[in-house]
């Protein structure tokens, strides 16, 4: 009687598979699952370095325009490196002044193309290195719109002169530290997304 009992009630042992097998607890597959990355955090990284980032771009270049320009070159390093404010309407580091809209277009276009970016980042060294980018290319963008001679024509404060090198400004330094960070991540095989691949 009590063997047609067990045949026919419920079942002591639960058995959602109907093969037998216990089913998993809910709350242990939890613990067994692997904890999905934080992107909040990382988009906050992003966004930290590029305030950071353009806004000592933008005090440095004040001070500059308030204190050096029209003043001779202030030496750091003796003659290996000086601060001497010039105006610059082409690319960092001077390269093709002709090209000023291009080059302001190309900076609005960094832009939103890291913003659209910020949505899927759970790295935080790759957070790093956008926002050098973003602040960097904000801190340029910000003088192609308001300094002289024009809206998006305008001519980057750059101050930054070593010795047998052009002379740049902590926008452009932000944007080469953040394009060499992006290298090597790549190298390394970690995406944006925080997955590391071996290809």
């Given at each position: 009687?009590?063997?047609?009992?067990?045949?026919?009630?419920?079942?002591?042992?639960?058995?959602?598979t109907g093969d037998g097998r216990e089913q998993?607890?809910?709350?242990q597959e939890r613990e067994q699952a692997p904890?999905?990355?934080?992107?909040r955090r990382r988009v906050?990284?992003?966004f930290a370095v590029a305030v950071f980032a353009y806004l000592l771009d933008l005090v440095s270049k004040?001070?500059?325009?308030a204190k050096l320009e029209h003043h001779e070159p202030i030496e750091?390093?003796?003659?290996?490196?000086?601060?001497?404010?010039?105006?610059?309407?082409?690319?960092?580091?001077?390269?093709?002044?002709a090209f000023?809209?291009?080059?302001?277009?190309?900076?609005?276009?960094?832009?939103?193309?890291?913003?659209?970016?910020?949505r899927k980042l759970y790295s935080v060294p790759w957070a790093i290195a956008l926002g050098l980018l973003l602040g960097g290319a904000l801190g340029n963008l910000t003088d192609r719109i308001f300094r002289a001679p024009g809206v998006f024509e305008g001519a980057v404060v750059d101050f930054i002169a070593p010795k047998h090198?052009?002379?740049?400004?902590?926008?452009?330094?932000?944007?080469?530290?953040?394009?060499?960070?992006?290298?090597?991540?790549s190298f390394r095989g970690l995406d944006p997304d925080g997955t590391v691949h071996k290809d």
């Open positions: 009687m009590a063997e047609a009992e067990r045949i026919i009630g419920t079942p002591d042992t639960p058995d959602a998993p607890d809910a709350e904890e999905r990355p934080r992107g906050a990284v992003l004040m001070i500059v325009v750091i390093i003796g003659d290996w490196l000086r601060f001497a404010a010039i105006r610059n309407a082409g690319a960092a580091f001077g390269i093709g002044e000023t809209i291009i080059f302001t277009v190309i900076a609005a276009s960094v832009i939103v193309v890291i913003a659209r970016l910020a090198f052009a002379v740049f400004n902590l926008a452009d330094s932000a944007i080469v530290c953040g394009g060499i960070l992006i290298v090597l991540l």
